[in-house]
């Protein structure tokens, strides 16, 4: 008797091939299958009866689409996993799993690049040559390194790189999480509250994950505590900034400038920022990228993949059904 072929279901992504994937399942009887996900509709069609789905940000695995997979597992490629209903997966018997040490030097470096482009003006500067001027007074003032105090909210993996980085550029460095490490990088203050971090600070970066019920951290109480002339940068998640409250506080110049990512609304509508636009440096949701962290997230993501296709435990487990649950999906 023939074995059927175990079949991987990969949606929501725009990668050329899958050959990273491929070389994971290469001793595995695996079919590989990929679309869009862009609607349940899709997803069912894709990846109904799909062992095993691995899935980009965009596709929604609400509780009426998960209702109608077979799969006995949702891998996301990245940490966030506010794309798929998990009291339902839990309830069906679906795992849930996700990759979270990915592209932690990137998402660093790519804050560090914002904070410096606010910090030198450069968005300001490139405007002045474009328009015919020349000359900086206009965007004056600007300070050393050295002058400047960086608050770095979290002190997981990627807050403390950034906390490294920053710290070797010249930066003074203080640090806050509600759940800190027992030991920092030398010459790392943690600060007791994030309301001393805010006032302190001259540079504001955030690298911590999103409530779960979606509050933001940062809103208008939070703005008024911040130094006049600060600079926000979110690398993280949009829902940490509130907004209406962030374009206040930049119209009414209670901080200058915020250097951003992420959005509460992806991808980003520009007309929603348009009366503060010029004191904003925007990029696509792009600071975990680069060729090696994308093959990094996508090896790890596949090896979970694996893992359930074997029999085995995830490492990143969000959800774990029970196993009268995830049995009956074999």
């Known amino acids: 008797m023939t074995m059927k072929s175990k079949k991987v279901a990969i949606v929501g992504t725009r990668y050329a091939n899958f050959v990273i994937e491929e070389e994971v399942f290469a001793d595995l009887d695996v079919t590989i299958v990929s679309g869009p996900g862009k609607d349940s509709e899709n997803i069912i069609d894709i990846a109904g009866d799909a062992e095993i789905i691995l899935a980009g940000a965009p596709p ?143 540079i504001v970066s955030l690298h911590v994950p999103g409530s779960a019920d979606g509050a933001p951290l940062i809103g208008a109480a939070e703005f008024s505590l911040m130094k006049p002339g600060a600079i926000i940068v979110n690398t993280s998640r949009g829902s940490l900034i509130k907004s209406s409250s962030l374009i206040d506080a930049l119209k009414n110049g209670l901080i200058r400038t915020a250097a951003l990512d992420v959005f509460e609304r992806e991808p980003v509508q520009i007309a929603d920022f348009q009366e503060v636009a010029a004191k904003i440096i925007f990029s696509p949701h792009m600071a975990w990228y680069t060729e090696e962290s994308e093959a990094d997230l996508r090896f790890k993501a596949a090896t979970e993949a694996r893992r359930l296709l074997s029999g085995d435990r995830p490492l990143e487990i969000v959800v774990e059904p029970s196993p009268e649950k995830a049995r009956a999906r074999l």
């Open 60 to 202: 929604k695995f609400d509780r009426q689409t998960l209702g109608k997979l077979s799969c006995r597992g949702i891998i996301r490629y990245g940490v966030g996993t506010e794309s798929v209903d998990l009291l339902a997966a839990k309830d069906l018997g679906i795992w849930v799993s996700r990759v979270a040490d990915y592209g932690t030097e990137a998402v660093a470096t790519h804050s560090v690049a914002l904070a410096l482009a606010a910090v030198r003006g450069i968005r300001e500067a490139d405007q002045v040559v474009q328009n015919g001027s020349w000359g900086f007074a206009d965007i004056k003032p600007l300070h050393l390194p050295s002058a400047l105090t960086v608050g770095v909210v979290g002190t997981g993996r990627i807050g403390r790189h950034a906390s490294k980085q920053f710290l070797g550029l010249g930066f003074n460095v203080i640090t806050y999480d509600i759940a800190p490490p027992k030991e920092l990088p030398e010459g790392i203050e943690l600060v007791s509250s994030l309301s001393e971090l805010l006032r302190r600070s001259d």
